[in-house]
């Protein structure tokens, strides 16, 4: 990786971190789990491709913040998911997940079909049991049922049902994570003011 694609990703990294922790509305969406910002070089092929957040999102005093800096191999769940929607979308290279609950679902679903975006829900209990039960296996399933849900297409924002010891989660995938904490902060707020 040559210096100025080093520098061009970890500028991008720390100035979209500074956009969310200053995103109030975002620390409402932050699941269980955590959430996690992840940007992938190009030709990404493993999860130390990946530069992602060490420790993940977390909310303090009711504001987003990271718990450690951005970092090639910090994630592996996002990691290998972005790695794998590029398979079928080489534009993308970051992501971010958030929570998922029946409400905000449903007001997902309406803001993605009023922007244009394709959205989709994959339903863990349909992972198939050889699947489920070899660890990493599941994320070429996931992202082929996303498309799969989005009537073939790659979609900007979908969420995985929960499933055993699985959270259900929201993904929403860009170009850069400047494009992805810009519309995230877009969509904590508006969810936020829907009242």
């Known amino acids: ?32 789990v955590r959430s996690n910002l992840v940007f992938a070089r190009e030709g990404a092929k493993t999860r130390e491709d990946v530069l992602a957040i060490d420790g993940r999102i977390t909310v303090v005093s009711g504001m987003p913040h990271a718990a450690g800096k951005p970092r090639f191999g910090a994630s592996s769940h996002m990691a290998r998911l972005i790695i794998e929607y590029r398979k079928n979308d080489p534009s993308v290279r970051a992501g971010i997940d958030f929570a998922n609950t ?45 498309m799969r849900a989005a009537g073939g297409k790659p979609p900007k924002i979908f969420y995985e049902t929960g499933a055993v010891g699985k959270e259900p989660v929201s993904i929403l995938v860009g170009r850069d994570p400047l494009e992805i904490v ?13 009242s």
């Open 102 to 146: 029946p409400d905000l679902t449903r007001w997902l679903e309406r803001y993605c079909t009023k922007n244009g975006w394709a959205f989709s829900v994959i339903d863990r209990r349909n992972e198939p049991e050889g699947i489920k039960e070899t660890e990493g296996a599941s994320m070429p399933w996931k992202v082929k049922e996303a």
């Open 182 to 194: 810009g519309q995230i902060c877009t969509i904590a707020k508006l969810y936020h003011d829907r």
């Open 1 to 32: 990786m040559t210096d100025s694609e080093l520098i061009e990703m970890f500028g991008k990294m720390e100035v979209a971190l500074d956009q969310i922790e200053h995103c109030r509305e975002f620390a409402e969406i932050i699941p269980e």
